[in-house]
């Protein structure tokens, strides 16, 4: 199928795609919470006759099988929300209060189901076999550990996924090779002292000091004890201890988190991290425990496979532009590149005139400008056509 025509036909449900987009943006549901979210994905599958199955509780994945043999391509899209409250003041606005689509997940969602009604329509023509990811809780790291384990990629030559970006104007394509987000951890100290009355600091340990050594020591990994020229971040933003104001406090505990961009440095940064904690609480005589966890892994676009999305961007009529900085946040799409080549592309969304389309993600004010989701829903169909060998219609 030519590619300008696969553009046409989106172009021809773009009142489709605002309607679905607008009912999923007034009915946000955060991570692992996306029932009704994951209810009318399976509404509208059933209606392209796609068979599909839920992967976890939230989780849907439909398969389209072709008439022609072929590979197999995998299309992802994140579902969840964001506890953040909207201040659009859109006629669409978030009914749930203090949760938003703040991140562009409905418009991910809305694209991905519309590639599937024109493939369904398609089908016949289609070469070999297309899976559609609805993952939840991209927010807080999860779900891609339940697509993979259930073996959504098992099989799968090439895996595409988007981002809406309102750092990009409407019709412009961000396809850059190579790494394109950071590695993000989470982890969580313990400090254990030993309790007694301020007016006798040295028949305790005081968990609070030890702390707060801590906090000092290991901001001074990212200055004196990594490369200067390999980005990392580390930050902690939340510190609590005692229980009182006249004790020395028996316990304390932070939450921070790491950021950084080779496997390498972030488990280098785990080791110094759980050394430098350990060290610094035993001169206070307490002790210390690091609990990470695992949020995503470092973003990397293979090449082939952005030269091939860059083309197709092309033949849609739209503009590919790779001169996108590196971002320290994190997408868990991270997980299918690790497994399978593939590309993550972001869809330019801005337009000075609507305002809120300005609006970095994350914001109560974020938007987005709705004629791109025609333009997103092409490009999932565009490449599951072209990967997946389908002949021209």
Known sequence: MEMDAVMEAARGERAYLVRLRR??????ELALREYETARVIERELDAFGIPHTRIGDTGVLGTLRGGRDGG?????????????????????????????HACGHDAHTACLLGAAKLLSQRADALGGEVRFLFQPAEETGGGAGDF???????????????????????????????LNNAAVDHFR???????????????????????????????????????????????????SAGTTYNAVAEYAE????????????????????????????????????????????????????????????????????????????????????????????YLGTSNPALPNTLAGIHNGHFDLDEDALPQGAALYAAHALAWTGSKAL
């Not at 391509?73 to 909207?86: F, G």
């Not at 254990?192 to 305790?204: C, E």
């Open 72 to 100: 197999i391509v995998a299309l992802r899209a994140d579902i969840d929300a964001l506890p953040i409250r909207e201040e659009t003041g859109a006629a669409y606005q978030s009914e749930t209060e203090g949760v938003m």
């Open 189 to 239: 100290i313990c400090v254990h002292g030993r309790a007694a009355h301020v007016s006798t600091p040295h028949l305790g340990a005081d968990a609070l000091y030890a702390a707060c050594q801590i906090v000092s020591a290991i901001q001074g990994i990212v200055s004196r004890r990594t490369s200067p020229v390999e980005p990392i971040i580390l930050g902690i933003g939340k510190l």
């Open 254 to 345: 932070m939450e921070g988190t790491t950021r950084t961009v080779s496997q390498e440095a972030r488990m280098e940064a785990r080791e110094k991290i759980d050394a430098v904690s350990a060290h610094v609480a035993a001169v206070s005589g307490a002790e210390a425990q690091v609990v990470w966890t695992g949020i995503c892994s470092a973003l990397v676009n293979d090449p082939a496979a952005c030269g091939e999305s860059a083309a197709l961007v092309r033949s849609l009529g739209l503009t590919a532009t790779d001169q996108r900085p590196l971002s320290l946040g994190g997408d868990n799409f991270s997980e299918y590149l690790r497994q399978v080549p593939g590309c993550y592309a």
């Open 148 to 178: 993979l384990r259930a073996g959504a990629l098992d099989g799968v030559r090439r895996v595409f996924g988007l981002h809406v970006a309102p750092d990009l104007p409407l019709g412009t394509i961000g396809v850059k090779p190579g």
């Open 23 to 28: 009912e999923l943006h007034r009915r946000p």
